[in-house]
T-cell receptor
Framework: EDKVVQSPLSLVVHEGDTVTLNCSYE??????LLWYKQEKKAPTFLFML????IEKKSGRLSSILDKKELFSILNITATQTGDSAVYLC?????????????FGSGTQLTVLP | KAGVTQTPRYLIKTRGQQVTLSCSPI?????VSWYQQTPGQGLQFLFE???????NKGNFPGRFSGRQFSNSRSEMNVSTLELGDSALYLC?????????????FGPGTRLTVT
């Protein structure tokens, strides 16, 4: 059974801190790993990673994938209160021609002023 | 470009009833996936449709079904509702092309079963 584990489950930091969120996975037919940010509503897409060692960056957020060790990290530098959210990691597997995302339980990030 | 839309946004039903939820994907997106999100289980995959065909199904009972129309709009149906079906139901669409597999989520339908 495909499995995605995120750590820590929750994190409380102060504005300006840097945080690293972890995601490890065990899936068959791996295609990609995705990061989402979920505030009060639906998850919003952050990154999709398919290749090891290539960092994806968007402003203060960056992410990298290690396909040998089966994990990814999401870094947020100079955190702001608006970064408070649940960060979800999902792994896409492709059984046959179909697509399926398996989500981790998320990391609840709280950024205090 | 308009995002993924879902209707209704909120729904209250009683046990034993059935419900139909609707999802309109982003224009041009041909793949629609459905997820159930609950506090205890997190986000769980229900099924994926592509070109009106169900390509994959998660581990849910047969009471959960869906379909996709020729314009890529999708519906999911839950029959004989149970209290445990109370959840946020999310649909996500994607281009489903090798260069662009990221999924974009709709706002969800919050279903409460009493």
């Amino acid at each position: 059974e495909d499995k995605v584990v995120q750590s820590p489950l929750s994190l409380v930091v102060h504005e300006g801190d840097t945080v690293t969120l972890n995601c490890s996975y065990e899936v068959t037919n791996f295609r990609s790993l995705l990061w989402y940010k979920q505030e009060k509503k639906a998850p919003t897409f952050l990154f999709m990673l398919t290749s090891s060692g290539i960092e994806k960056k968007s402003g203060r957020l960056s992410s990298i994938l290690d396909k040998k060790e089966l994990f990814s990290i999401l870094n947020i530098t100079a955190t702001q209160t608006g970064d408070s959210a649940v960060y979800l990691c999902a792994v896409e597997a492709t059984p046959g021609s179909a697509r399926q995302l398996t989500f981790g339980s998320g990391t609840q990030l709280t950024v205090l002023p | 470009k308009a995002g993924v839309t879902q209707t209704p946004r909120y729904l209250i039903k009683t046990r034993g009833q059935q419900v139909t939820l609707s999802c309109s994907p982003i224009s041009g997106h041909r793949s629609v996936s459905w997820y159930q999100q609950t506090p205890g289980q997190g986000l769980q995959f229900l099924f994926e449709y592509f070109s009106e065909t169900q390509r994959n199904k998660g581990n849910f009972p047969g009471r959960f079904s869906g379909r996709q129309f020729s314009n890529s709009r999708s519906e999911m149906n839950v029959s004989t509702l149970e209290l445990g079906d109370s959840a946020l139901y999310l649909c996500a669409s994607s281009l489903a092309q090798p260069s662009s597999y990221e999924q974009y989520f709709g706002p969800g339908t919050r279903l409460t079963v009493t």
